[in-house]
C-alpha cells in the first residue's frame, strides 16, 4: 500500500504536518558512488517555495541518510532516509477540520477511514512525493546512461507547439515554470501568476521523454512497461491522464498513417509507437503526456457541505500552489527513472 516497485522497491512514510516523511529503498546495487548533491538539486526542483508561482511553504528538504551507504557508497543493504517537515502550519487548516475541500481527498478520506488528519492534508499532501525524488535521484544514478528530460509542455490552454525533437532540454531549468522554450515559458508565468491574483487555480500538462533505452524492457502481459510507467504517473496526486505516444490522437488515425515502418537496422522512420511495442521497449524514443488537474485548494469562496451534511461556504486559506505542474517536473522524471530502473534489474535477473 505504501510501496512501489518490485525490485527497485520504494517504501514511504509521513504526513505533510507530521515530524518528517522518509522512506526505505530497496533493491539498490552495492558498490554504486552517490552523488549527494544532485539528489539535494532534484529535491530543490520540487521543493516549495523556490519561486513566486508556487506555494510559499518554506521547506529546505534536506534529506538524512541513515543506512544502506558506506563512505558515500552504497552497500546493498536497505537505504533508510528522512525528511523532517520544518515549516508547518497547521493552524491554516483549523477552518477545514468539519467541511470537506470540493475535488481534494478530505471526502474519501474521511468516509473511508473515519479520521482525518486535516493539517496539510495529512497523507494525501504532495509533500510525500519529496520521498519519491529522493529514489528517483538515486535510480538515475544507477542507470545513467538513460536519458530522461521532463518539462512543462501547458498551461491551461497555452500549450508549447514544438515537437520535443525541437528542443534544448538543457533549458528546462532555465526559467520558473520548467518550460524549455522562453517566450512560451513567459506567457505561462504571466498566466500564473494572473491565475493565482484571482485567488484561482489552474492545470497543465508535463511531457517526458526517455531516451537510449536498452531493446527488452517491459513484460508482455501485467507488467508493460506502458502500463507500469501509466500506473507511477497515474499516482501523483492531482494527475488525471497519461498518454505515451500517439495517445489519444491515435484513435482518429488509420493503420497506413498509424504504422511505424522500419528501417533496415530495426528503428523505424516514425514513432508513433512511444519507443513501446507488446509492452516492450523497441530502443526508440519513449515519450508520455501526463495531465494536471487545476489545484482543488482556492482562495475564493466555493460552495460545499460539512460533516454533519450541511451546505456551507468555505474560504481556502493558507500556502497552496496554483499550478503544480512547475514542481511536477522532477516528479514525474524520479517515478520515470524508478520503473526503468525496476525493469532494467528485472532484466538482468533474468541473464543469470
Ligand atoms: C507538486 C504538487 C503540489 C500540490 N500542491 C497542492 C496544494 O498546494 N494544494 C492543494 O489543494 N492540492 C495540491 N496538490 C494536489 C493534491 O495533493 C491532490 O489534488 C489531492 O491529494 C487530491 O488528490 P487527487 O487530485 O489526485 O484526486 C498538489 C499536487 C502536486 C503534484
Given at each position: 500500500m505504501n510501496t512501489i516497485g518490485k525490485l527497485y522497491r520504494l517504501t514511504t512514510f509521513g504526513e505533510s504536518h507530521g515530524e518528517a516523511i522518509g522512506g526505505i529503498i530497496d533493491g539498490v546495487p552495492s558498490g554504486i558512488e552517490l552523488d549527494f548533491e544532485q539528489i539535494q538539486d532534484e529535491l530543490d526542483r520540487r521543493k516549495p517555495g523556490q519561486s513566486k508561482i508556487v506555494t510559499q511553504r518554506k521547506e529546505s528538504d534536506t534529506v538524512k541518510f541513515l543506512s544502506g551507504i558506506l563512505d558515500g557508497k552504497t552497500t546493498g543493504t536497505s537505504i533508510g532516509f528522512l525528511i523532517p517537515n520544518e515549516n508547518q502550519r497547521s493552524k491554516d487548516y483549523e477552518h477545514i477540520e468539519e467541511v470537506y475541500r470540493p475535488s481534494h481527498a478530505d471526502f474519501t478520506y474521511s468516509k473511508k477511514y473515519g479520521i482525518r488528519d486535516v493539517r496539510g492534508g495529512g497523507r494525501t499532501s504532495a509533500r510525500e512525493t519529496a520521498n519519491w525524488v529522493v529514489a528517483g535521484a538515486i535510480a538515475k544514478q544507477i542507470i545513467p546512461n538513460i536519458k530522461i528530460n521532463a518539462y512543462v509542455s501547458s498551461v491551461g490552454d497555452l500549450?508549447?507547439?514544438?515537437?520535443?525533437?525541437?528542443?534544448?532540454?538543457?533549458?528546462?531549468?532555465?526559467?520558473?515554470?520548467?518550460?524549455?522554450?522562453a517566450e512560451t515559458a513567459e506567457k505561462m508565468i504571466e498566466r500564473i501568476q494572473e491565475i493565482r491574483k484571482q485567488g484561482d487555480t489552474i492545470g497543465g500538462t508535463v511531457t517526458c521523454v526517455i531516451q537510449n533505452v536498452p531493446i527488452g524492457l517491459g513484460?508482455?502481459?501485467?507488467?508493460k512497461l506502458h502500463a507500469r510507467l501509466g500506473q507511477a504517473m497515474l499516482s501523483i496526486n492531482a494527475v488525471k491522464g497519461f498518454e505515451y505516444g500517439s495517445g489519444f490522437c491515435g484513435a482518429r488515425m488509420k493503420g497506413s498513417e498509424h504504422n511505424d515502418l522500419f528501417n533496415q537496422d530495426g528503428t523505424t522512420k516514425t514513432n508513433l509507437s512511444g519507443g513501446i511495442q507488446g509492452g516492450i521497449s523497441n530502443g526508440m524514443d519513449i515519450y508520455f503526456r501526463v495531465a494536471f488537474k487545476p489545484v482543488a485548494t482556492l482562495m475564493k469562496e466555493q460552495e460545499t457541505i460539512n460533516s454533519e451534511g450541511e451546505m456551507v461556504k468555505m474560504h481556502g486559506k493558507g500556502r497552496h500552489d496554483p499550478c503544480v505542474v512547475p514542481r511536477a517536473v522532477p516528479i514525474v522524471e524520479a517515478l520515470a527513472a524508478m520503473t526503468l530502473l525496476d525493469f532494467v534489474l528485472q532484466d538482468a535477473s533474468r541473464k543469470i
Open positions: 500549450f508549447l507547439e514544438k515537437p520535443y525533437q525541437a528542443l534544448d532540454f538543457s533549458q528546462t531549468d532555465s526559467n520558473i515554470v520548467r518550460c524549455p522554450d513484460e508482455p502481459i501485467f507488467d
